[in-house]
Nanobody
Framework: QVQLVESGGGLVQPGGSLRLSCAAS????????MAWYRQAPGKERELVAS???????NYQDSVLGRFTISRDNAKRTVYLQMNSLKPEDTAVYYC??????????????WGQGTQVTVSS
């Protein structure tokens, strides 16, 4: 019913930048919170940043000042601009979207994940 398609991952040198995108499609009436999580090898999945429908944002302390989350409601897309990347940012990044469907039900959906590798 709902699909999330992520793009923008890759290999980048320390200090470099990447921009992740996640587009939602399907039987969506509206979207509330959108977020990015990441999971490094051997570690639990953790919240990186989130943004409400009204544009309020929240960041993990380790990315504050380096990452920026934003959204385009018309395109149903959430972005994560990552600057000053560090090797410890290496992980699979997942978008997470809270969608309200036309049947009135509210669900959270995950993207397929995109690999971000920061290495020289």
């Amino acid at each position: 019913q709902v699909q999330l398609v992520e793009s923008g991952g890759g290999l980048v040198q320390p200090g470099g930048s990447l921009r992740l995108s996640c587009a939602a499609s399907g039987s969506i009436f509206s979207i509330d919170d959108m977020a990015w999580y990441r999971q490094a090898p051997g570690k639990e999945r953790e919240l990186v940043a989130s943004i409400t429908n009204g544009g309020s944002t929240n960041y993990q302390d380790s990315v504050l000042g380096r990452f920026t989350i934003s959204r385009d409601n018309a395109k149903r897309t959430v972005y994560l601009q990552m600057n000053s990347l560090k090797p410890e940012d290496t992980a699979v990044y997942y978008c997470n979207v809270e969608a309200i469907l036309f049947n009135g039900r509210r669900y959270r959906y995950w993207g397929q994940g995109t690999q971000v590798t920061v290495s020289s």
